[in-house]
């Protein structure tokens, strides 16, 4: 797409508060439905889009004092968001004080833009604000692109985990990076 500048010609980054709920919720359910529609069927695919990307849901994230949102917007649209909070990794890692990457979607048109580049970087911020010294996450083993993109920002691969999508059983790869 011409009209889209690259990452340097984008406004910064904003904390998202309560008010966010009803257009985050948006953005994340489409965006997560674009990344893995491929993956399910359409209804394990709405049932989990209601479950987990819910205008409530949403809300209650943004409240939480151990959990962080960052949204970034184009010229009054949103064009990423990333969430970190304080939870434990499903598998056994030998760090202290690890902060999960929960969620890091950056709509299709900027995609090869290094606006991931700088979303990451605005991630390991607030994760170290939680009090972190890693962060790890979890990705779905055929998401080829998001894991070129996190060895590339520096994560490593720490063990795999399951994840479910409705009834799908889903095998993820668990991906940790230091924050210094
Ligand atoms: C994951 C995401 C944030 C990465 O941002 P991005 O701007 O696409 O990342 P980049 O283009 O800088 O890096 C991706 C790398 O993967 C490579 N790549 C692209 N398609 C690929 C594929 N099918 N298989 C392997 N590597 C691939 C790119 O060439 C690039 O590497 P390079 O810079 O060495 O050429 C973005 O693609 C996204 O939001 N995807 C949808 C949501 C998602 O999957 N989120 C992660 C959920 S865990």
Same mark, same amino acid.
């Given at each position: 797409?011409?009209?889209?500048?690259?990452?340097?010609?984008?406004?910064?980054? &904003?904390?998202?508060?309560?008010?966010?709920?009803?257009?985050?919720?948006? *953005?994340?359910?489409?965006?997560?439905?674009?990344?893995?529609?491929?993956?399910?069927?359409?209804?394990?695919?709405?049932?989990?889009?209601?479950?987990?990307?819910?205008?409530?849901?949403?809300? &209650?994230?943004? &409240?939480?004092?151990?959990?962080?949102?960052?949204?970034?917007?184009?010229?009054?649209?949103?064009?990423?968001?990333?969430?970190?909070?304080?939870?434990?990794?499903?598998?056994?890692?030998?760090?202290?004080?690890?902060?999960?990457?929960?969620? *890091?979607?950056?709509?299709?048109?900027?995609?090869?833009?290094?606006?991931?580049?700088?979303?990451?970087?605005?991630?390991?911020?607030?994760?170290?604000?939680?009090?972190?010294?890693?962060?790890?996450?979890?990705?779905?083993?055929?998401?080829?692109?998001?894991?070129? *993109?996190?060895?590339?920002?520096?994560?490593?691969?720490?063990?795999?985990?399951?994840?479910?999508?409705?009834?799908? &059983?889903?095998?993820?790869?668990?991906?940790?990076?230091?924050?210094?």
């Amino acid at each position: 797409m011409d009209s889209v500048p690259d990452a340097s010609g984008i406004g910064t980054f &904003r904390r998202g508060v309560e008010a966010d709920a009803a257009t985050l919720a948006a *953005f994340a359910a489409r965006t997560f439905q674009e990344t893995f529609a491929h993956s399910t069927s359409s209804a394990n695919m709405d049932a989990h889009l209601a479950a987990a990307y819910g205008v409530e849901q949403q809300g &209650r994230e943004l &409240r939480d004092p151990g959990s962080a949102t960052l949204l970034l917007e184009h010229e009054g649209v949103l064009v990423a968001f990333a969430q970190v909070r304080r939870k434990a990794p499903p598998i056994e890692v030998p760090y202290p004080r690890v902060i999960e990457l929960q969620r *890091f979607y950056v709509d299709v048109p900027w995609h090869g833009r290094g606006v991931a580049q700088r979303l990451m970087a605005a991630a390991k911020g607030a994760a170290r604000e939680l009090g972190g010294e890693w962060l790890w996450l979890s990705v779905w083993e055929g998401n080829a692109r998001a894991i070129a *993109f996190y060895a590339k920002a520096g994560y490593v691969d720490a063990g795999g985990t399951e994840f479910w999508l409705g009834p799908d &059983r889903q095998f993820d790869r668990v991906m940790v990076a230091p924050l210094g």
